[in-house]
T-cell receptor
């Protein structure tokens, strides 16, 4: 079973920041928080990952709470092309670290 | 970034026939690849772990004799759906693990069994 909980859907206005929450209260010390997204009928796309520090890349920012029990993915300026299903996954980094997908959050960016 | 391809992107086959799906890591070597299946409006479900040079490890409930996995080289894994039936119609996605343990996904293969 997936070890994360996400809201099933969210809306965001184009140009505004999209903040996607994720709960992972049972995360263990050696597990990372990963975010992927899947645009309709395509393979998942990696967005960002982190262990305990906040992370930022060209796509998004990841804010992880100090107790690591929850995190937020931030898309700073959402566009229509960001409409997708966003998956938050906890994973061991080793070679056999499977990605177990939950139901994710369907983000709808509206004009 | 690393690129993973799948072939074919779409396939239609008749009930009772077998179909092979290829997953290739184009610019890196992958000792481990994963196979997922996704039904409409559902999430990805992990089917099996494919390790180069050894037998695949299947998730609970996945029939290993129906979904044959071969990982003969560091850049290629194949999934063969044997004696396909309409209920096997699905979106099949592979991923490949790089040396840095990151997973990169293929674009998926849409299988329709008539």
């Amino acid at each position: 079973d997936a070890k994360t909980t996400q809201p099933p859907s969210m809306d965001c206005a184009e140009g505004r920041a999209a903040n996607l929450p994720c709960n992972h209260s049972t995360i263990s010390g050696n597990e990372y928080v990963y975010w992927y997204r899947q645009i309709h009928s395509q393979g998942p796309q990696y967005i960002i990952h982190g262990l305990k520090n906040n992370e930022t890349n060209e796509m998004a920012s990841l804010i992880i709470t100090e107790d690591r029990k929850s995190s937020t993915l931030i898309l700073p300026h959402a566009t229509l092309r960001d409409t997708a299903v966003y998956y938050c996954i906890v994973r061991n980094l080793g070679n056999t670290g499977k990605l177990i997908f939950g139901q994710g959050t369907t983000l709808q960016v509206k004009p | 970034g690393a690129v993973v391809s799948q072939h074919p992107s779409r396939v239609i086959c008749k009930s009772g026939t077998s179909v092979k799906i290829e997953c290739r890591s184009l610019d890196f070597q992958a000792t481990t690849m994963f196979w997922y299946r996704q039904f409409p409006k559902q999430s990805l479900m992990l089917m099996a772990t494919s390790n180069e040079g050894s037998k695949a490890t299947y998730e609970q409930g996945v029939e290993k004799d129906k979904f044959l996995i071969n990982h003969a080289s560091l850049t290629l894994s194949t999934l063969t759906v044997t004696s396909a039936h309409p209920e096997d119609s699905s979106f099949y996605i592979c991923s490949a693990v790089s040396k840095g343990y990151e997973q990169y996904f293929g674009p998926g293969t849409r299988l329709t069994v008539t």
